[in-house]
């Protein structure tokens, strides 16, 4: 309410009489409203609230500081004082200096410098206390209050190592998130500090040893607070790449690699393989893996590596344990394919330990070591060690057969086949005779997945004469059991899902495969182009079966479009049926996939071919095509909130329009289809689904690109013709909408598309666009719904005049970021 000036201070001194919770509750969430989107600010508004929040920041902390020493011993009236400080602070428009010396900031510092009170008091003064620490990253420059705030902190370790002892977790975790929370504020200001320091640390490097402190306690989710520290350290270290500020930082790395060694340990009680999908802990190790993947870099990669085979050689003679040597070869995968492939010195060593690791190993230990073998793919692709190849296939054929170590095996397999898929050729008849028994040993789908994409690589790099029969063998495999489901199942039987009586299941494997052949040749006799081709009539019947059902249909249309890619440059053998299937099925079921489908024709179809004869061919079925999707999809989108209600739709729809736009620009210009498409297009300026909107500013900016001078438009100017032609008939309305809906409608990542349309328009006719963008500023609304302004005239004409003169496109994106704020 812009009328009720100094709200805050109204409610906490005239008001304090009434009950004590309900105001400090009202002052806890007078802030928490300041950037709501449904109330619609304004930035201009929300900049007084801001500046008149300031203001007011000592009347609320001095009924903050009332409350807590009046009502000393009430723990509710306590927490409540914490929570409404911590969301004052929060809005981030305070200084430090206004707030450090606060009673109430220094009551909190108390509470957790004591051991004793509730639980509940000390999480709410740690809230307060972290929400004034993330201010510090706002005001780095005052050396001084920095000096203190760590200090103070600092003093916090004694009570963190009481909660340690009394193995108060609840608290830990607290003291743990301060030191965290104190150490990320402060990354900016140790690393920058620290880089101009002829060589010494900054004095705020020490809160690095308090989280330290912490990665070395004994559970594992008070390290896992700190991940997001180290993540962003290191990515600060990575950015200014200077060898003397690395080994600065070096040694608390180096700690904390140790510290996730020793929490990726399993309990030696624990019995069989870690579940990945239901524990906890193995979701952690898998975050600490990514962890490790990201920092290793600053304290180098053979290093870690050497150091984790120290402490295996060691087991022989010392009482190493196997979760132990388990954690070291978990920490050994995480950098295993950051380790040159000329190494010769450690990696043969512990490639032959696991190749020779007796089956009493712990099942652990041994499904580690096989994900070891395939983090060493490309240590094993080069050529020094390409003798080592078939020792690991054996190995990795005989754990295939073993339960436990199945689905990790095939992963293994997939990555060794990939890498090296060369040396792979000589071993495949091999590969497809472990296809044969696969579904034998019950893996996930994904792994099965998995192994059959690395099988598909190897095929694409056989000899021509066996290409043919290896394609015929492993898409058969797939194609054969989605027949006998068309033939035996009817239409109302539902499918069990992630089972062999699901047709996903088997066109999700049929996908993986065809994504990744290669045809050696752009030719139709090419064995890989006569293999493909000839699956076409099961696909057809497999689409028309499962056409009622959009899940199976979805799978479908991914699969044939890898078909479709895989041959295209060889045949037209499947255009014609596949876009007649689609165009006929689109009228009955509306499912937005056939219309992705039809872009992919188009993007390979729509100008791959020299011969004119061929060409024209292509672009009427093209065509016919896209007259067939017009009706049925256009009476989608004239429902009441049509294009809000099938996003889906309108993201595939215009993604094949661009795809005309981009490949047959006349033939598409010239088309009766073009007016009602571009129509649609203006309204659909303001949907605000991500997908969706994306392809209809890309299809209006590529409308705009095409008549611009192309090397492969030979009708350039008659194409320039139409566009601005379009631009004449369409522009000023365009131009409506997209302001409109720059204010109202669109997420500020959305924007850029909207400058780069602008723009486009502006390079057609700069005059005409700058006095449509004026018109259009001339009709926002000049107040909120409360009566408060919105942009003032100065603000519309600062707008208005950056398109007069910008530097480059991020500058016109700016300056609609602001200007869209003042409405928001």
Request: glycine content about 2%; charged content about 20%.
């Amino acid at each position: 309410m812009g009328s009720w000036k100094n709200a805050a201070v109204d409610i906490a001194s005239r008001y304090n009489s009434l009950k004590t919770c309900f105001i400090l509750e009202l002052l806890t969430v007078l802030p928490e409203e300041v950037n709501s989107r449904t109330l619609r600010l304004g930035a201009n508004r929300r900049s007084e609230i801001y500046a008149e929040f300031s203001d007011n920041l000592p009347a609320v902390n001095q009924l903050l500081e009332l409350c807590l020493t009046s009502e000393a011993n009430n723990n509710r009236i306590k927490i409540r004082s914490y929570k409404c400080f911590a969301s004052w602070l929060n809005i981030r428009s305070v200084s430090l200096s206004q707030v450090w010396h606060s009673n109430v900031l220094s009551n909190a510092f108390n509470v957790l410098c004591s051991f004793d009170g509730c639980n509940m008091i000390q999480e709410a003064a740690a809230d307060a206390v972290i929400a004034f620490l993330q201010n510090l990253e706002d005001n780095n420059n005052q050396d001084e209050i920095q000096i203190e705030i760590i200090n103070s902190v600092s003093r916090l370790e004694q009570a963190y190592m009481m909660s340690v002892t009394s193995e108060d977790l609840d608290r830990t975790v607290n003291y743990c998130r301060i030191f965290t929370e104190l150490a990320e504020s402060l990354v900016m200001t140790m690393v920058n500090k620290s880089l101009g320091s002829n060589g010494l640390p900054h004095f705020s490097i020490k809160a690095l040893e308090l989280v330290i402190l912490c990665a070395n306690h004994h559970d594992y989710e008070v390290l896992l607070i700190t991940f997001n520290l180290w993540f962003r350290l290191s990515e600060e270290l990575y950015k200014i790449n200077n060898v003397v500020l690395t080994e600065m930082f070096k040694p608390y790395f180096e700690q904390l690699i140790g510290a996730l060694y020793k929490h990726c340990m399993i309990d030696t009680d624990h019995e069989g393989l870690l579940d990945e999908s239901t524990e906890d802990f193995a979701d952690f190790r898998m975050k600490c893996s990514d962890l490790i993947k990201d920092v290793v870099f600053i304290v180098s990669s053979s290093a870690v590596f050497q150091q984790m085979y120290m402490l295996l050689q060691t087991a022989s003679v010392s009482n190493v344990t196997w979760d132990q040597m388990e954690a070291a070869l978990f920490i050994m995968q995480a950098i295993a394919r950051n380790i040159l492939p000329h190494e010769n010195e450690v990696v043969p060593k512990v490639v032959e330990a696991i190749l020779n690791m007796p089956e009493t190993a712990h099942i652990n230990m041994r499904y580690t070591s096989v994900m070891l073998l395939g983090e060493l793919c490309e240590w094993i692709s080069h050529e020094q060690h390409s003798e080592t190849l078939e020792p690991i296939l054996n190995y990795l054929q005989y754990c295939l057969r073993q339960p436990n170590l199945a689905a990790v095996t095939a992963k293994s397999l997939h990555s060794i086949c990939t890498t090296c898929r060369h040396h792979m050729v000589k071993h495949l008849s091999g590969l497809i005779e472990i296809l044969k028994v696969v579904d034998m040993l019950n893996l996930p789908n994904d792994v099965a997945i998995g192994l059959l994409k690395g099988v598909a690589v190897i095929v694409a790099e056989v000899p021509e004469e066996h290409v043919y029969k290896a394609i015929k063998e492993i898409c058969g495999r797939q194609l054969s059991p989605l027949l006998a489901l068309v033939e035996s199942t009817s239409e109302k039987t539902v499918p069990e899902t992630n089972t062999s009586s699901d047709p996903i299941y088997w066109l999700d494997r049929l996908s993986a495969i065809l994504r990744h052949l290669a045809t050696k040749s752009n030719n139709e006799k090419d064995p890989c182009v006569v293999a493909i081709v000839e699956m076409w009539p099961s696909m057809s019947k497999i689409c028309t079966r499962y056409k009622t059902d959009s899940r199976i249909t979805e799978h479908f249309c991914r699969c044939l479009r890898f078909m479709i890619r895989l041959v295209s440059r060889s045949t037209t053998a499947l255009l014609a049926p596949v876009a007649q299937q689609m165009a006929y099925l689109y009228k009955e079921h509306h499912h937005s996939c056939y219309l992705y489908i039809g872009s992919i024709l188009v993007d390979e179809y729509g100008s791959k071919y020299d011969n004119p004869l061929v060409m024209t061919q292509c672009h009427s079925l093209l065509l016919e095509m896209i007259d067939a999707f017009i009706e049925p999809a256009f009476r989608l989108f004239s429902e009441k909130d049509g294009l809000r209600n099938y996003p889906d739709t309108v993201d595939d729809f215009f993604r094949l329009a661009c795809r005309f736009i981009q490949k047959l620009p006349m033939p598409f210009l010239q088309s009766p289809v073009l007016e009602v498409i571009i129509r649609c297009s203006i309204t659909a300026v303001s949907l605000d689904h991500k997908e969706a909107n994306a392809s209809v500013m890309k299809f209006l900016l590529d409308l705009l690109l095409c008549g611009k001078s192309r090397k492969d438009n030979v009708n350039n100017e008659e194409c320039r013709q139409y566009v601005t032609s379009i631009i004449n008939s369409i522009g000023e309305q365009l131009i409506d909408n997209l302001i409109q809906a720059s204010v109202f409608s669109l997420q500020s990542y959305m924007l850029p598309d909207v400058i780069d349309v602008i723009i486009e328009l502006m390079a057609y006719d700069k005059v005409q666009t700058l006095s449509w963008l004026s018109g259009a500023v001339e009709k926002l609304p000049k107040q909120n719904s409360a009566g408060l302004v919105t942009a003032t005239n100065e603000q519309c004409l600062q707008f208005l005049n950056s398109f007069h003169s910008y530097e480059n496109d991020g500058e016109l994106c700016r300056s609609l970021r602001e200007f869209s704020r003042y409405f928001r």
